[in-house]
C-alpha cells in the first residue's frame, strides 16, 4: 500500500473518531433542531481529499453515532445518507477546484455557497429519514416532522458557515503538514 492510501485512511479513521464526540457532546437540542459541529471532520477531509474520504468520514462516523445513541433499528442505514450527501457535495466542488489547478480553500465566496447547498441537502435528507422514520415507527406527525423546516434550513446553513470558517485555517495547516512530509 503507498504512503499516500496509507494516510488517506488514516485520517479518515481519525476524522471519524471526532466526528463521534463533536455530534454527541458538542451539540446543542433546541426542540427538533439539532445544533452541531460533528460535520467539522467531514468538512476538512473533502476539502483535503476529496469526496471517498469524506464520505467514509461521515458513513463511519455516523455510524458510530447511530450505534452509540439508538443501536441497529430499520432506518440505521437511512439516517447515514445525509452526512454522506454533505461530504460527497463538498468534496466533488473540491475535485472540480484541484482538477482546474487550485485549491479549494482560496476559492471562498464559491466554498461557502456549496456548503451551504450541502446543509440544505442535509437538512432535507434528515427531514425526509425522519419522515421514514416515523411512519415505520408509528409516530408520524406533520408538525414534529415538517413544522419548523424554515428554521433548520436557517440553523443549517448558518452552522455550515461556521464550520467551513473553521475549516479552513484547519486545512491550511494539514495540508502544509501533508506537502512536508
Request: glycine share 8%; hydrophobic share 55%; with cysteine.
Amino acid at each position: 500500500m503507498s504512503q499516500n492510501k496509507t494516510l488517506r485512511i488514516c485520517f479518515v479513521a481519525l476524522c471519524a473518531a471526532m466526528y463521534v464526540p463533536m455530534s454527541m457532546y458538542l451539540a446543542v437540542n433546541i426542540g427538533t433542531v439539532r445544533i452541531s459541529f460533528a460535520s467539522l471532520p467531514t468538512v476538512i477531509m473533502a476539502l483535503l481529499f476529496g469526496p471517498w474520504e469524506a464520505v467514509f468520514t461521515a458513513l463511519i462516523g455516523e455510524f458510530l453515532k447511530q450505534l452509540l445513541t439508538y443501536g441497529i433499528t430499520y432506518t440505521t442505514v437511512f439516517y447515514l445518507i445525509p452526512p454522506a450527501l454533505r461530504g460527497l457535495t463538498i468534496g466533488l466542488f473540491t475535485l472540480f477546484i484541484k482538477k482546474q489547478g487550485g485549491l479549494p480553500e482560496l476559492h471562498r465566496l464559491p466554498l461557502y455557497g456549496v456548503c451551504a447547498a450541502a446543509a440544505t441537502l442535509t437538512t432535507i435528507g434528515n427531514t425526509l429519514v425522519n419522515w421514514l422514520d416515523s411512519i415505520l415507527f408509528n409516530y408520524y406527525s406533520p408538525v414534529l416532522i415538517f413544522g419548523g423546516m424554515a428554521y433548520r434550513f436557517i440553523i443549517g446553513i448558518v452552522t455550515a458557515i461556521i464550520v467551513v470558517t473553521v475549516a479552513i485555517p484547519i486545512v491550511k495547516v494539514l495540508r502544509k503538514q501533508i506537502m512536508t512530509k
